[in-house]
T-cell receptor, first 118, second 113 residues
Framework: SAVISQKPSRDICQRGTSLTIQCQVD?????MFWYRQQPGQSLTLIAT?????????ESGFVIDKFPISRPNLTFSTLTVSNMSPEDSSIYLC???????????????FGEGSRLTVL | AQKVTQAQTEISVVEKEDVTLDCVYE???????LFWYKQPPSGELVFLIR??????QNEISGRYSWNFQKSTSSFNFTITASQVVDSAVYFC??????????FGKGTSLLVTP
């Protein structure tokens, strides 16, 4: 199974600032995703991080607000820009690999980055 | 459009009781994947099972079992002889394409001694 490290694990941020979350995987993976889990809510997909190209964003999420990078097959970053209290959430990195059983194979999640925006 | 419905918001049982968590899904895809995840109070997501749309066999893993019925678009999860450590939020999820998941709202399970 893939081991995923997310940094920071938690942070308290001021309104109007930006924060970059890092996701590092211990092996090369095909797919990387970023999810948001607002307090007491379910997980919502923000975007698919594509290696070497622009991320694919879900409805309601835009690149200006959530720029994503994926320079290689083991690393991705998510930036939450111009934060407001509504951005207070847990942000989770998820990875999947065709090597772990093919399409629909096991998906692994990082432990999440808990952001509080004051 | 895909949708996952977990109608049970919260369930409370006494230890050793059996409990079933319901999951109903909607999709127009012929190939899709269904998942269950556990999120204990510590917050991490724990993978429990993946099932593809072509495999309707029920599965049992220890005290856990899953009942997949395409005819009713349901993928229910049963915990037998529940334990306090089973207390968590359980999410059912559906893949829209490879690996990207559409989650239900989750069912919070509380098992009391």
């Amino acid at each position: 199974s893939a081991v995923i490290s997310q940094k920071p694990s938690r942070d308290i941020c001021q309104r109007g600032t930006s924060l970059t979350i890092q996701c590092q995987v211990d092996s090369q993976v095909t797919m990387m995703f970023w999810y948001r889990q607002q307090p007491g809510q379910s997980l919502t997909l923000i975007a698919t991080a594509n290696q070497g190209s622009e991320a694919t964003y879900e409805s309601g999420f835009v690149i200006d607000k959530f720029p994503i990078s994926r320079p290689n097959l083991t690393f991705s970053t998510l930036t939450v820009s111009n934060m407001s209290p509504e951005d207070s959430s847990i942000y989770l990195c998820s990875v999947g690999d065709l090597g772990t059983g093919g399409p629909g194979g096991e998906l692994f999640f990082g432990e999440g980055s808990r952001l509080t925006v004051l | 459009a895909q949708k996952v419905t977990q109608a049970q918001t919260e369930i409370s049982v006494v230890e050793k009781e059996d409990v079933t968590l319901d999951c109903v899904y909607e999709t127009r895809d012929t190939t899709y994947y269904l998942f269950w995840y556990k999120q204990p109070p510590s917050g991490e997501l724990v993978f429990l099972i993946r099932r593809n749309s072509f495999d309707e066999q029920n599965e049992i893993s220890g005290r856990y079992s899953w009942n997949f019925q395409k005819s009713t678009s349901s993928f229910n999860f049963t915990i037998t002889a529940s334990q306090v450590v089973d207390s968590a939020v359980y999410f059912c999820a559906l893949s829209r394409y490879e690996y990207a998941l559409n989650f239900g709202k989750g069912t919070s399970l509380l098992v009391t001694p």
